[in-house]
């Protein structure tokens, strides 16, 4: 499919009636960590999401809530308001709003006033899970059932998640994601070494299947005359991707086998967080805290990496990434620290937009043409009243990556179908 420059407009742009923009507004998505309010009455936190300004909360009974980010008085910032008593008070004249945008008081307003029962903010319906705060953000009779994907079944001591920004649309946090073949190369961390298991096969067949949460698909490198190095994606609709971290970077299983995943949350056009997951492939090995602040760190998105009291990186395009040429001769392919960094300096280096209509896509570009199409297919259901691919939550609970070392011709399906079936 050759994506024209209004296709790619539709693909990419999120804000109120865009037709993207609807298709997301069918999926509980992130609004932010649970980190960032983590007491009742603590301070609000500010929100852009899907192009919208707003505002998230904890009130006194542990109640969160997802409201709009001015008041409707005179539309003041509600961020500096005063979390009290079950409600969010606005500095300017003390009007106060609960989670569901309701204005229970309006001191400014002699007593016997009724005006504030004609008053409200818009609220978003909330669900914390995870270790986040999912919101819905469209039309109330089409509100599915809250996710219930694997790894929101994962018991605190085994799952790990974080969230960065990034200065560039989601979709190309996605084709990133989803693209087996580049980390060959963009990742390819020592050049020096010629038995890293991606580089033995750099240009991996991929086969993709469509189910009804998204797609999965193989990517297949034939790493020897009898072996092939099998991964199996998912992509989970709207913006999901799931891979598995079983072995390590020459085939040698991992002594904490963990799978992987991001969601590239659109905070408006050109702009995306990054929530990333990693949790454990089973029971028996738990995920301490020190474990997944050692992975944050090689990925290049430990908290120390990011700017001071905020989830964006140090190593940005204003510094060029911090960029060695000299690595990048000697050591590794990008001279760039950090496989998280590595990605976003290509990704953001497209610009806010990438121009798709300038792309020449090959055969390793599979994935990434199959999920332009389903995001499209799924604006055209919404537009025709239609619930999107992957909305409801029986859709996707079941899904799983994986990775194995296959003899050479063996179907992958039949191969892995056991090794992607959840354990949670």
Same mark, same amino acid.
């Given at each position: 499919?050759?994506?024209?420059? *209004?296709?790619?407009?539709?693909?990419?742009?999120?804000?109120?009636?865009?037709?993207?923009?609807?298709?997301?507004?069918?999926?509980?998505?992130?609004?932010?960590?649970?980190?960032?309010?983590?007491?009742?009455?603590?301070?609000?936190?500010?929100?852009?999401?899907?192009?919208?300004?707003?505002?998230?909360?904890?009130?006194?009974?542990?109640?969160?809530?997802?409201?709009?980010?001015?008041?409707?008085h005179r539309r003041a910032p509600l961020f500096y308001g005063?979390?009290?008593?079950?409600? /969010?008070?606005?500095?300017?004249?003390?009007?106060?709003?609960?989670?569901?945008?309701?204005?229970?008081?309006?001191?400014?307003?002699?007593?016997?006033?009724?005006? #504030?029962?004609?008053?409200?903010?818009?609220?978003?319906?909330?669900?914390?899970?995870? !270790?986040?705060?999912?919101?819905?953000?469209?039309?109330?009779?089409?509100?599915?059932?809250?996710? @219930?994907?694997?790894? /929101?079944?994962?018991?605190?001591?085994?799952?790990?998640?974080?969230?960065?920004?990034?200065?560039?649309?989601? /979709?190309?946090?996605?084709? !990133?994601?989803?693209?087996?073949?580049?980390?060959?190369?963009?990742?390819?961390?020592?050049?020096?070494?010629?038995?890293?298991?991606?580089?033995?096969?750099?240009?991996?067949?991929?086969?993709?299947?469509?189910?009804?949460?998204?797609? #999965?698909?193989?990517?297949?490198?034939?790493?020897?005359?009898?072996?092939?190095?099998?991964?199996?994606?998912?992509?989970?609709?709207?913006?999901?991707?799931?891979?598995?971290?079983?072995?390590?970077?020459?085939?040698?299983?991992?002594?904490?086998?963990?799978?992987? !995943?991001?969601?590239?949350?659109?905070?408006?056009? *050109?702009?995306?967080?990054?929530?990333?997951?990693?949790?454990?492939?089973?029971?028996?090995?738990?995920?301490?805290?020190?474990?997944?602040?050692?992975?944050?760190?090689?990925? !290049?998105?430990?908290?120390?990496?990011?700017?001071?009291?905020?989830?964006?990186?140090?190593?940005?395009?204003?510094?060029?990434?911090?960029?060695? #040429?000299?690595?990048?001769?000697?050591?590794?392919?990008?001279?760039?620290?950090?496989?998280?960094?590595?990605?976003?300096?290509?990704?953001?280096?497209?610009?806010?937009?990438?121009?798709? @209509?300038?792309?020449?896509?090959?055969?390793?570009?599979?994935?990434?043409?199959?999920?332009?199409?389903?995001?499209?297919?799924?604006?055209?259901?919404? *537009?025709?009243?239609?619930?999107? #691919?992957?909305?409801?939550?029986?859709?996707?609970?079941?899904?799983?990556?994986?990775?194995?070392?296959?003899?050479?011709?063996?179907?992958?399906?039949?191969?892995?179908?056991?090794?992607?079936?959840?354990?949670?």
């Amino acid at each position: 499919m050759h994506i024209t420059q *209004e296709l790619n407009k539709r693909l990419t742009e999120v804000g109120p009636g865009t037709p993207m923009g609807e298709v997301l507004r069918r999926y509980w998505i992130p609004a932010c960590l649970s980190e960032e309010i983590p007491v009742a009455d603590g301070a609000p936190v500010r929100v852009r999401l899907l192009g919208e300004d707003l505002v998230a909360f904890r009130d006194s009974a542990n109640e969160i809530g997802l409201v709009e980010a001015y008041c409707a008085h005179r539309r003041a910032p509600l961020f500096y308001g005063r979390n009290e008593e079950c409600g /969010l008070r606005c500095v300017y004249h003390g009007w106060k709003f609960d989670t569901q945008g309701a204005c229970v008081d309006m001191p400014s307003e002699p007593p016997f006033s009724k005006f #504030r029962l004609r008053v409200a903010i818009k609220a978003y319906p909330t669900y914390e899970k995870g !270790g986040v705060v999912w919101t819905y953000m469209g039309p109330t009779p089409e509100m599915p059932a809250p996710p @219930d994907y694997e790894w /929101l079944r994962v018991p605190e001591t085994h799952l790990g998640v974080s969230k960065t920004g990034e200065h560039c649309n989601f /979709l190309q946090g996605i084709e !990133g994601g989803i693209d087996t073949a580049h980390s060959s190369f963009a990742h390819n961390n020592d050049i020096t070494n010629k038995n890293l298991l991606r580089t033995l096969d750099p240009h991996p067949s991929l086969e993709v299947d469509v189910e009804p949460w998204g797609f #999965r698909y193989g990517s297949i490198r034939n790493i020897s005359d009898d072996q092939s190095y099998v991964r199996v994606y998912q992509y989970v609709m709207p913006f999901q991707q799931m891979r598995a971290s079983l072995v390590d970077p020459e085939g040698n299983p991992q002594q904490m086998p963990a799978l992987d !995943g991001h969601m590239w949350v659109p905070i408006d056009d *050109e702009n995306t967080y990054v929530y990333n997951i990693k949790y454990c492939a089973t029971d028996a090995v738990p995920m301490p805290r020190e474990r997944f602040l050692a992975s944050e760190k090689r990925n !290049g998105r430990h908290p120390d990496d990011r700017i001071g009291g905020t989830y964006w990186l140090k190593r940005n395009p204003s510094n060029d990434y911090l960029i060695d #040429r000299e690595v990048q001769r000697t050591k590794t392919f990008t001279g760039i620290e950090g496989v998280n960094t590595q990605d976003y300096a290509l990704q953001e280096g497209m610009g806010g937009i990438v121009r798709r @209509d300038l792309e020449a896509l090959g055969s390793t570009d599979r994935a990434i043409q199959s999920c332009r199409e389903l995001l499209l297919q799924a604006a055209d259901d919404v *537009e025709a009243g239609r619930p999107p #691919r992957g909305s409801e939550p029986e859709s996707h609970r079941a899904t799983r990556a994986g990775e194995m070392f296959i003899p050479r011709g063996v179907p992958w399906r039949d191969a892995t179908k056991d090794l992607t079936e959840v354990v949670w």
